[in-house]
Nanobody, 115 residues
Framework: QVQPVESGGGLVQPGGSLRLSCAFSGDIFSINTMGWYRQAPGKGRDLVATISSRGSTNYADSVKGRFTISRDNAKNTINLQMNSLKPEDTAVYYC?????????WGQGTQVTVSS
């Protein structure tokens, strides 16, 4: 079992920045991929960015050049630095961990981009 817990959501104006963090606990040595997904109202849950145990990253086209995913192994956390935010980035952001053929989800954190 792996437990992801997100923090750092909130309200930001268009063009602004926000940093999300996710802390993992439990069987962290079984984790092979960590990532962020988001779900806007009335839509499905979409991939935002992932980072593998080897540090390889993958981004959705819509966030490339604006978002950066990183990891802190010492703290068992990943971060998502979000810059140049747009209203269409508004969503609930979920942290995920892939471990032992299962996908674990955090409870989600709301990000709202609005003036």
């Amino acid at each position: 079992q792996v437990q992801p817990v997100e923090s750092g959501g909130g309200l930001v104006q268009p063009g602004g920045s926000l940093r999300l963090s996710c802390a993992f606990s439990g069987d962290i040595f079984s984790i092979n991929t960590m990532g962020w997904y988001r779900q806007a109202p009335g839509k499905g849950r979409d991939l935002v960015a992932t980072i593998s145990s080897r540090g390889s990253t993958n981004y959705a086209d819509s966030v490339k050049g604006r978002f950066t995913i990183s990891r802190d192994n010492a703290k068992n956390t990943i971060n998502l630095q979000m810059n140049s935010l747009k209203p269409e980035d508004t969503a609930v952001y979920y942290c995920s961990a892939g471990a032992a053929a299962r996908l674990y989800w955090g409870q989600g954190t709301q990000v709202t981009v609005s003036s």
